[in-house]
């Protein structure tokens, strides 16, 4: 298959370094991110002759993540890869926390990546399978970071549910677990963890790992 690949969540970091490697084997590419000024800055940075598209999408929004998934299989085709690295990073404690911001913060980091596999893995699987793939961190939770932790452990759990029910049918599910902060240069440079979903995807069915701890 040399199908589409879907960035839901595509910032500057990760999101830009996985389309620059997913564009190196020359796979067109839809860019999802909420603000059209990101889009257009990790656009830029591919420098790459595939079709590349961009939607402005809001993922705690259920409607406005699936009107945008819908607009990005008209413009590049149905995804062979989906990639979910949305992800509402910034630090909380416990006492800061209300019953808003947690909910708004589950809905991106685990309602958006539930949402998008409702709506796109039935397609996958009827054109042969595929990678779902999330970005997870926070292996050991911390307590000035309470609703990260509490998202990236809701999506690797996501993760082994899809798994669960879909790898019979063709679908790799997976979770890139980052365990520090990303930054250029060193173990946790975008470039280098962007070679992980590559070898995510190109993966033999039978040895397909669940998750990848970096």
Known sequence: MTGSVFII???PGIGAAVARRFARENRPIALLARRHETLEAVRSSVLSQVAIATVAADCSDER???????T?????????????????IRPDRIGELTMSRILKTWAVDVGG????GSHLIPTMVDNGG?????TGGMPT???????LSLGKLGVRTLARILDAEFATQGLHVAS??????????????????AEHYWSLHVQPAESW????VI
Do not use: M, Q
Request: charged share 20%; proline share 8%.
């Open 113 to 116: 990546a539930a949402i998008a």
């Open 141 to 147: 939770p911390k307590f000035d970071y309470v609703t």
């Open 176 to 193: 890139v677990t980052i365990s520090d902060v990303v930054a250029p240069g060193g173990r946790y440079d975008p470039d280098i963890i």
């Open 9 to 11: 969540g595509a910032g």
């Open 130 to 134: 595929g990678s779902f793939l999330i």
């Open 72 to 88: 990005a299989v008209a413009e590049v085709g149905p995804p062979e890869v989906v990639i979910y690295n949305a992800a509402v």
């Open 64 to 70: 406005s993540l699936r009107r945008g998934l819908d």
């Open 209 to 212: 790992d669940l998750e990848v």
